[in-house]
């Protein structure tokens, strides 16, 4: 079973080296938006640095976002996916490995960027430190809630504006958690809290989106 796993993360992870494109499409989108606010606001460096932790919060769930559609989309196409439901693997290992690949390939480099892109912000090395924790506690949540309104709205017309409709509002507790921590951290009120809770929310979308999302996938292939 878990030789399945590894499987299905390295052919999704060779697939994405292949189409880099789509990798540096999120990661621009990230700077892009995180980048311009500033622009737009101006060099007052507390305004900034009281405003960072939710814009960049923000940009890194709507470019987790962009990807989303192509998570299952191309297996869809070429009938790979169905051939995958009919393996003996239980189907949310495979759903599993794919929430995986997909986070390697779009929140991971959002990871990587965010202190850089941080330091626009004047935010400290403590207050960047908290924040790429809370989005490397965050981000994978955001590809295993992404990955059910992938198959809820698998070969639908439309399908990456119902995505966005489904699962925004179940990104709202990410959204909040992760920002409120390097809030907190930044105030001297401490950010412990909210990064327990950050983690929580992580451990259950990780346990039961597979399921759920394997679900939806065997509905949108009948």
Not at 24 to 46: A, C, K, Q, R, Y
Not at 49 to 76: K, N, Q, T, Y
């Amino acid at each position: 079973m878990f030789e399945a796993l590894l499987w299905i993360i390295r052919r999704d992870l060779t697939l994405a080296m292949r189409r880099r494109s789509d990798i540096f499409t999120t990661l621009f989108f990230f700077v892009i938006v995180v980048s311009l606010f500033p622009l737009g606001i101006g060099p007052e460096m507390d305004t900034l640095r009281l405003i960072a932790p939710g814009i960049v919060w923000v940009a890194a769930l709507l470019a987790s976002m962009l990807a989303l559609e192509r998570l299952f989309a191309a297996d869809h196409a070429d009938g790979t996916l169905e051939q995958m439901l009919l393996t003996p693997q239980p189907v949310f290992m495979l759903v599993f490995g794919k929430v995986i690949a997909h986070w390697l390939v779009t929140g991971l480099p959002l990871v990587i960027m965010a202190p850089v892109l941080g330091l626009q912000y004047d935010l400290s090395v403590d207050a960047l430190g908290v924040l790429v924790l809370t989005l490397l506690l965050g981000t994978p949540a955001l590809s295993a809630i992404g990955a059910i309104g992938a198959a809820l709205t698998l070969g639908l017309r439309g399908g990456g504006v119902l995505v966005s409709l489904l699962v925004l509002p179940l990104y709202i507790p990410v959204l909040i958690f992760g920002a409120g921590a390097v809030e907190a951290h930044a105030s001297g009120l401490g950010g412990a809290g909210h990064l327990y809770m950050l983690g929580a929310f992580g451990v259950v979308a990780f346990f039961f989106s597979p399921l759920a999302t394997a679900a939806a996938l065997r509905v949108s292939i009948e």
